[in-house]
């Protein structure tokens, strides 16, 4: 699976910002997919998940009721939707995807990355 992220951009806070990530390759609704990200001198965090039924949704808590993830299998593209971003919200996104939804929750043995996409949320 190629992941291709996109959207990131500089945004003032309390702005909004709309991730694409597109797969191809394999069937992309067998895989869970996720955002994480990774600010300067900090180690990658979750940032939230999608099953590939888009049944189940898990969110850092720091984003809940902020950012809402989805995604449309027959466009083969997940979405992260980031509403009243703050400065702490500045970092590299990165999207995933993987067979199991659990994987990219933990941020650990993740099969697929996708390239990252810088977001900027200025003061």
């Known amino acids: 699976v190629q992941l291709q992220a996109s959207g990131g951009g500089l945004v003032q806070a309390g702005g909004s910002l709309r991730l694409s990530c597109v797969a191809s390759g394999r069937p992309f609704s067998d895989y869970a997919m996720g955002w994480l990200r990774q600010a300067p001198g900090k180690e990658r965090e979750f940032v939230a998940a999608?099953?590939?039924?888009?049944?189940?949704?898990y969110y850092e808590d720091s984003v809940k009721g902020r950012f809402t993830i989805s995604r449309d299998n027959a466009k083969n593209t997940a979405y992260l939707q980031m509403n009243s971003l703050k400065p702490e919200d500045t970092a590299v996104y990165y999207c995933?995807?993987?067979?199991?939804?659990?994987?990219?929750?933990?941020?650990?043995?993740?099969?697929?990355w996708g390239q990252g996409t810088q977001v900027t949320v200025s003061s």
């Open positions: 995933a995807a993987d067979p199991r939804l659990s994987r990219v929750v933990a941020g650990t043995g993740i099969a697929y």
């Open positions: 999608i099953s590939w039924t888009s049944g189940s949704t």
